[in-house]
Structures are given as structure tokens and as C-alpha cells.
């Protein structure tokens, strides 16, 4: 089945900084690749997400990044302020089947004011 | 945007006994349910799909004795942890997409204590 590794599992940064979290997935029929970020206590919320026939795709602050032949993804978020300290997780997916996702191990993002 | 509602958000109950959360979409049709089990500190991890109208698929290692999974219609999905014990304590989220779309969307989570 799919494996997704996340790293780093905690990263700090000054804000104003960028900040990068990269993921690698191993089932190469893996298609859909979401971004999210939790809040302690909250649900995941989507902040973004590339599906494998697009190489990068940005949105404002944040873009993601995708080699299908070297099978990872990574999220880059520029200009970081403090409210985007909170949890992300990446996760794969196939759109055949049941679509189900599986996520990375998480990575704690703390920018410092 | 699509709304999946899960109740209750908190919940304590006796060890021995059982729980049952639930899982509604609120402005769609879910043909597919997922249910996660999430520990502190760590990663969401799959526990079952649902579709409507057939049996759960459980992932490797859950016991589909111990945790029951009912999708009966397509906007309610149901997950009852029975006889539960204090390592079942964990929040648990459950999301929902339709036939049509990869984006599954979240529930608010449930908070499960068992004491």
C-alpha cells in the first residue's frame, strides 16, 4: 500500500522567512496530492493541492511542487507570519478505487515573531 | 463550499462501554466516508472507507469488530467503538467526497475519552 514520509517534523522560522516541508510517497498510481493544515483540536483544513499532471501550482503565499519520476511533493509557504504556525500534513491519493488518502507523519511549522 | 458535520465534538464514557459518532454531509451527496483515528502528536491514520449502502473496508490492523461502521445513506456515516477501553481515547475525524470529486472534506473531529 502507499507510505507517505514527511519531513522535517518540526521546523522554526522568522517571519518573513520561507518556509519548505517535503513529502515523498511511494505508490506510483498516487495522482492527487493535498496540502493541510490543523489547528490543535480542529479539523484539517485544505490549503492546497496538485494532481500529477501539473508540475507546480501556486496560490498567493503558498505553492507546492510535484516530481512524479522522483516521487515527491514539497510546500513552500514565502513571507510566513505568524498565524501559519500550526500543523501541516501532505497526502496522497488515487483517483481510481475508493480515493482514499494517506497522510504524512505531520510537521510542526512555528514562525517567530 | 461542502460541510461535513460530525457530532458529538466531545465525549466521555465508562470503559465497557460503547460510543457512536457521527459522520453527515450537509450540502452533498457522499458516496465515500473515511474515518481516521488521530493520537496526540500525531499523523492521521485511515482507519476505514465506507460506501453508501455496502460493508467497510478496514485498513490493516483495525478491528472491524471493535469499531463499527454503518453508511446507510449518502449524507450519514456512523462509526460505534464498542466495549471501549482507555486506549481508545483519541479524536476522531471523519471526511467525505462525492463521485465526482477527489477533495474529501472534513469533519470537526470528535474527542473520545474513555474512563
Known amino acids: 500500500g502507499e507510505n507517505v514520509e514527511q519531513h522535517p517534523s518540526t521546523l522554526s522560522v522568522q517571519e518573513g522567512d520561507s518556509a519548505v516541508i517535503k513529502c515523498t510517497y511511494s505508490?506510483?498510481?498516487?495522482?492527487?496530492f493535498p496540502w493541510y493544515k490543523q489547528e490543535l483540536g480542529k479539523r484539517p483544513q485544505l490549503i492546497i493541492d496538485i494532481r500529477s499532471n501539473v508540475g507546480e501550482k501556486k496560490d498567493q503565499r503558498i505553492a507546492v511542487t510535484l516530481n512524479k519520476t522522483a516521487k515527491h511533493f514539497s510546500l513552500h509557504i514565502t513571507e510566513t507570519q505568524p498565524e501559519d504556525s500550526a500543523v501541516y500534513f501532505c497526502?496522497?491519493?488515487?483517483?481510481?478505487?475508493?480515493?482514499?488518502?494517506?497522510f504524512g507523519t505531520g510537521t510542526r511549522l512555528k514562525v517567530l515573531a | 463550499g461542502a460541510v461535513v458535520s460530525q457530532h458529538p465534538s466531545r465525549v466521555i464514557c465508562k470503559s465497557g462501554t460503547s460510543v457512536k459518532i457521527e459522520c453527515r454531509s450537509l450540502d452533498f451527496q457522499a458516496t465515500t466516508m473515511f474515518w481516521y483515528r488521530q493520537f496526540p502528536k500525531q499523523s492521521l491514520m485511515l482507519m476505514a472507507t465506507?460506501?453508501?449502502?455496502?460493508?467497510?473496508?478496514?485498513e490493516q490492523g483495525v478491528e472491524k469488530d471493535k469499531f463499527l461502521i454503518n453508511h446507510a445513506s449518502l449524507t450519514l456515516s456512523t462509526l460505534t467503538v464498542t466495549s471501549a477501553h482507555p486506549e481508545d481515547s483519541s479524536f476522531y475525524i471523519c471526511?467525505?467526497?462525492?463521485?465526482?470529486?477527489?477533495?474529501?472534506?472534513f469533519g470537526q473531529g470528535t474527542r473520545l475519552t474513555v474512563v
Open positions: 497526502a496522497a491519493s488515487t483517483s481510481t478505487g475508493t480515493y482514499k488518502y494517506i
Open positions: 471526511s467525505a467526497r462525492t463521485a465526482l470529486n477527489t477533495e474529501a472534506f
Open positions: 465506507s460506501n453508501e449502502g455496502s460493508k467497510a473496508t478496514y
Open positions: 505508490d506510483s498510481a498516487s495522482n492527487y
